[in-house]
């Protein structure tokens, strides 16, 4: 058995997925607009070069998602966040600089009691972070 993430966007899917695997080294392993899938007919014509489906492996974890059709988004994702473990506290910094980059950081990086560092951030797809690498350098 495998848990895996599932994220909806209200639009900007393929952006975010795009700053993703640059920021992570992760492959986008899928980015499947509407269009030119059965779901194209059934879906506004303004709508149908948003993502029905995106994979991004990094890792062995996938994290999927599509772009939430009007009627169907959010304001504000909450009650959860990305967690991403990193090898060295300098990678911990630089993910996390990349991902507070038009974000906001909700606790800011650095060394606690469980962790050599760990921060939180909301990124400016308005996707939750937490980044932490356990060991020290």
């Known amino acids: 058995m495998q848990a895996d993430i599932y994220l909806f966007f209200n639009g900007n899917c393929e952006e975010a997925f ?20 059965p779901a194209e007919q059934q879906t506004a014509p303004e709508w149908r070069d948003k993502i029905l489906y995106a994979c991004l492996k990094i890792g062995k ?28 506290p300098a ?33 400016r797809f308005g996707v939750p972070w937490m980044v932490v690498c356990e060991k020290a350098a």
């Open 18 to 37: 795009k700053y993703y695997a640059k920021v992570t080294g992760g492959k986008i392993e899928a980015m499947m607009p509407h269009k030119g899938t």
């Open 91 to 123: 990678e911990a910094e630089r993910i996390f600089a990349a991902l507070s980059d038009g974000g906001a950081a909700t606790m800011p990086m650095g060394p606690t009691f469980f962790a050599a560092r760990f921060g939180m951030v909301t990124d």
């Open 61 to 88: 974890t996938a994290i999927m998602a599509s772009d939430a059709p009007p009627g169907r988004q959010h304001d504000k994702a909450q009650g959860f966040s990305v967690s991403l473990g990193v090898d060295t």
